[in-house]
């Protein structure tokens, strides 16, 4: 069915440390992919997106890493700052069937001072 | 507006009471959406309009809930007879494109809804 998961769902990371965020997803048929970022309190906000037709795309301080033989995807942030805390989501969306994207259950992201 | 705005922010309500919930999208906006966040939990899709049509509806967990956006701009989420599990926040969002989830989203800050 469609799923999109977290394998973590808390990480702790130091100030200035990179990060990597993981997330699994189910469905071959996906082939739109984006990284949300949710404050307390707050919405979601897009981050960054990849499409099916590409394995990695930058941009700033953020990295998304798409590999669709183990229906793998995974954010980077590099020299993380205390404003990145938050709960980020991995979501998918498959062409050509419907509108809507399908959103995993969230990692939070804790910087270590 | 600057950005999805949402209202009301916070919503308390008895049981069996009908609410509504009102979001307007950034100005322009062809698409918007409707999902609903359970405490700790991913946003889950409710419904989507394409300017004034609803092309899926295919989230809304019951026929007690009812989403409207007669002009093509704000929208209204209508919850009749609430029950305690309808307690989540509300989150609407709105995107240009046409292309309904594929173009970038903009979300609002949300609708808690508190169902005593």
């Known amino acids: 069915g469609e799923s999109v998961g977290l394998h973590l769902p808390t990480l702790s990371v130091q100030e200035g440390d990179n990060s990597i965020i993981n997330c699994a997803y189910s469905n071959s048929a996906s082939d739109y992919f984006i990284w949300y970022k949710q404050e307390s309190g707050k919405g979601p906000q897009f981050i960054i997106d990849i499409r099916s037709n590409m394995d990695k795309r930058q941009g700033q301080r953020v990295t998304v890493l798409l590999n669709k033989t183990v229906k793998h995807l995974s954010l980077q942030i590099a020299a993380t700052q205390p404003g990145d805390s938050a709960v980020y989501f991995c979501a998918e969306n498959i062409s050509n069937r419907d509108d809507k994207i399908i959103f995993g259950k969230g990692t939070r992201l804790h910087i270590l001072p | 507006g600057a950005g999805v705005s949402q209202s009301p922010r916070y919503k308390v309500a008895k049981r069996g009471q009908d609410v509504a919930l009102r979001c307007d999208p950034i100005?322009?906006?062809?698409?918007l959406f409707w999902y609903q966040q359970a405490l700790g939990q991913g946003p889950e899709f409710l419904t989507y309009?394409?300017?004034?049509?609803?092309?899926?509806k295919s989230g809304l967990p019951s026929d007690r809930f009812f989403a409207e956006r007669p002009e093509g701009s704000v929208s209204t989420l209508k919850i009749q007879r609430t029950q305690q599990e309808d307690s989540a926040v509300y989150l609407c969002?709105?995107?240009?494109?046409?292309?309904?989830?594929?173009?970038?989203?903009?979300f609002g800050e949300g609708s808690r809804l508190t169902v005593l």
């Open positions: 969002a709105s995107s240009q494109s046409g292309q309904g989830a594929r173009g970038e989203l903009f």
């Open positions: 100005s322009g906006h062809v698409s």
């Open positions: 309009f394409q300017n004034e049509a609803q092309l899926d």
